[in-house]
């Protein structure tokens, strides 16, 4: 069975997720030797967004695509990188319009393609246009092209990406959630073969609260009024996910999610 391997790295907040990045790369790209490395970035310019200046770090350490997500938003100049690079994205169903891509085709060393697409989800965040019928419409486009699709899914609610993985499963080869920060312990190959878990979690500094300092992200709740927010800096940590996909039948084989360094595992018993 011929495979094809993609690493996946989780939303790299600001600086230390950048410089997280430096340190985890080289031995991630030894110990998978995959044929292609896909981040989130939406995160990665302090927090909002990513600049050229983001992107040319993360593509020069081995990444081939940065997706994005609603922070893609937030920076003018991330906005004018969207338009530039063809493999930069951001979710697929913001309206028709907007700026930027939600999909491309990339050619791995071996010369096999794969299609990479970035969704956002609509519970409890902006009301765009349905993920479901994007990913349908994208699906439609690359399949002449390649049976390997890999998806970033950012959403807010487990409940839709497990909805949207189900809906995808036998129809991409990866489904991978994005945007809360915090990973959870589901991956799992469904049914049909599609790869999945729920959020793959933050690289960034978790002393914080979801990579923000604690005092903003706390009074937020208490008070319910705009907090200045600030990247948040100790005990970083990278989260990321490897799936291994059959090239001819575009099904996953076997999956790793990936946290480095692990969490201290704390005693209670003394
Ligand atoms: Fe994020
Ligand atoms: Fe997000």
């Known amino acids: 069975m011929n495979t094809l391997g993609i690493l996946f790295i989780g939303d790299i907040i600001g600086k230390p997720g950048l410089d997280m990045l430096r340190t985890w790369m080289p031995p991630l790209l030894n110990k998978y030797k995959p044929d292609l490395v896909i981040v989130n970035g939406e995160n990665a310019a302090d927090g909002k967004g990513c600049t050229d200046k983001e992107g040319e770090v993360i593509f ?22 969207l338009k530039s690079k063809a493999n930069v994205l951001r979710p697929q169903n913001y309206p028709r319009g907007t700026h930027g891509t939600g999909h491309c085709i990339v050619e791995t060393k071996s010369g096999k393609k794969v299609a990479v697409m970035n969704l956002q989800g609509r519970t409890f965040m902006a009301s765009i246009d349905c993920p479901f019928r994007a990913s349908e ?70 002393e914080s609260v979801i990579g923000m300092k604690t005092v903003a992200a706390v009074n937020r709740f208490l008070y319910q ?13 990278l989260c990321g996910f490897y799936s291994k996909v059959d090239t001819e039948t575009g099904k996953s084989v076997f999956i790793e999610r990936i946290l480095l360094p692990e969490f201290e595992k704390q005693r209670h018993d003394q």
């Open 225 to 237: 009024t705009p907090q200045k927010y600030e990247t948040a800096q100790n005990d970083v940590h």
């Open 60 to 81: 020069g350490l081995g990444a081939h695509v940065i997706t994005g997500g609603n922070h893609t938003w937030d920076r003018p100049q991330s906005q004018d990188y």
């Open 137 to 206: 419409w994208v699906i439609s486009r690359v399949k002449q092209e390649t049976n390997i699709i890999f998806v970033d899914f950012h959403a807010e609610a487990t409940a839709e990406k497990t909805a949207l993985a189900h809906f995808l499963d036998g129809k991409v080869s990866v489904v991978v959630g994005t945007h809360t920060h915090v990973q959870t312990a589901d991956e799992r190959i469904l049914p049909n073969g599609t790869a999945f878990i729920t959020d793959v979690g933050m690289t960034g500094p978790y």
